[in-house]
Structure formats: structure tokens, C-alpha cells
């Protein structure tokens, strides 16, 4: 038998050897590698001869030093221990020494307990014995030209956000009482400020689209009771932050805010807007539901402790 290579790509000639495993994110690594969200040193194969038993990649930001998701993780059947290998050898070359691990993302079926159980789990294996845990399990959502979009109800009026100091503001009110697992998490280890602060630079900062796009949404004497962040990411129209103020929850503002977020990417003509909530936020899962957003995938989210 041939031994075990462990390696990195060497470059772009080798993406459709790497690709022999197939999953939805392989169309975008040609132009992930060209922009710099990728590099093949991020990428790496266990091989034996020209078989290829195992892969994993990780997705940097733009400008990025070093890995911000590892999101690429595939293996033949059986081949938990090769998997297991690979990760521990790539993370020991690509991250750095003594750092937290960057979160892993995987998109999966919306039914992977019935269809795909055993590929799930064995990636999931690979990672725990690493020390990773089960963070959270996301709904992805999809939104297509042609799906009604409610009349405004005339509750609320809706104004572009004043400055970015506006909202961080909103955004670390929101904090309070967030069903939102990354939120809930950062709440653990830093202030409201603080966790709005990283979340605003860490995405929607980065965001392509004009920021006029983003709106708050006030009752008639001007008050404020929400806001919404449509906008484009690398890949995506998207429904990026979208949340009620807590003194104003649970008055239906929600579907208010998600239709005009909507209507604003809707009249940019976009193929698609895409937007994610926690499984277990309940509220925001039935808002996009009831505004014509359907759950085509969901994702795992998984992190090593600190």
C-alpha cells in the first residue's frame, strides 16, 4: 500500500484534484484563490498515490494574515483517522502558535439526520478530537425574485442610519435579551460596546454594498424600535443584521423590518437574498418564513473553547 502524503495544494493547477470531493462552496475556490480569500497554503490533501482521502481549506477576509473559518472539511468513508491527521498537521503548519482555532462552518442539508447523517457526524468526529465542540446549528435561508413582498403596513417609517455611531449604538441595545448564540457568547467575555464593536468591523463593515441601504425603523413620533442592514457580501445579497429594540418586542415589528429589507434588495434586481438565523430562535425563523424566505441548508458551527 502507498503511503500517506499530508500536504498543501501547490496552487490553482491542482484545485480539480482537490475538488474531488464534492460540495457546494467548490465553484467559488478558483475565484476565492484569485481575490486572496484563500491561498493554497490554507488548503491542504491526504493523499495516497493520486487518492484523494481527505481535504479541508480555510476562508480568510479580505487583507487577512491568517485563516478566519475553517469551512472545507471532507473524508471517504472510513477514513476518520486520515481526517484526523490531516487537521492536526494542517493546523499545526497554517494557525497560529498558541491562538484560538478559527470557528469551522459546514453547510449541510436542511434533513442531513435522515439523508446524511454519517458524513456529518464523521466530520464532526474529526473535529472533537481536536478538542472542538458543537456550537450552534444555523438556519440558511433563500429569498427569489418573484415571491410576494408585503405592503408596507404604515406602523413604522423607515430612515437610512445616521452614522455609524448610530448603529453601534442600536446594535448594543439589541444585546439585551439576544436569542443569538454568537451573541449570547460574546456577552460571556466582553460588554455590549464591545461585542457590537466586533461584530460591526468583523462583518458588516466589510460589506460591498452602500451603506444607504441600511435603515432604522422609528413609530410616527420618531423613536426607534429596530433596524435592518441589507447589503452585499462577497458572493450574496443579504439580509446581514436585522433585530427589534427589547422595549418594542414582540409587537410584530420584525415582519415590518424584514419586508423593507427585502424591498430594498429586491429593487436593486438581484438574483437571490440569503440570510441565516439560529435554529433555535424560533421569532426570526418564523419571520422569514412568513416572508417567503425558505431554509435550503443549514450550517454546523462548531469552536474550540478558549
Known sequence: MQ???IRPITGLEELDLFNRH???????LADDLAAGRRHPSWMWMALRGDRLLARLAWWGRDKDDDPFLLDILDLEEGAVDVAVRLLRTAMAETLPAGGKPPEYLRFVPPDWRETDRRAVEDRMAV?????????????RLDWRPGTPIPEPSGRLSFRPVRDENELLD???EVLDGTLDAHGRDDLTHMSPREAAIRH???EIARYTSPRAWWRVA???GGEPVGFVTPGRNDYNAIIGYIAVLPAHRGNGYIDDLLAEGTRILAAEHVPRIRAATDLGNTPMAQAFARAGYVNFERSINMTWPD
Open 3 to 5: 503511503d500517506l502524503t
Open 22 to 28: 464534492p460540495y457546494t462552496l467548490n465553484h467559488e
Open 170 to 172: 442600536l446594535m448594543t
Open 218 to 220: 422609528t413609530l410616527p
Open 200 to 202: 460591526y468591523e468583523d
Open 127 to 139: 473535529l472533537e478530537s481536536t478538542g472542538a465542540r458543537l456550537f450552534v446549528e444555523r438556519l
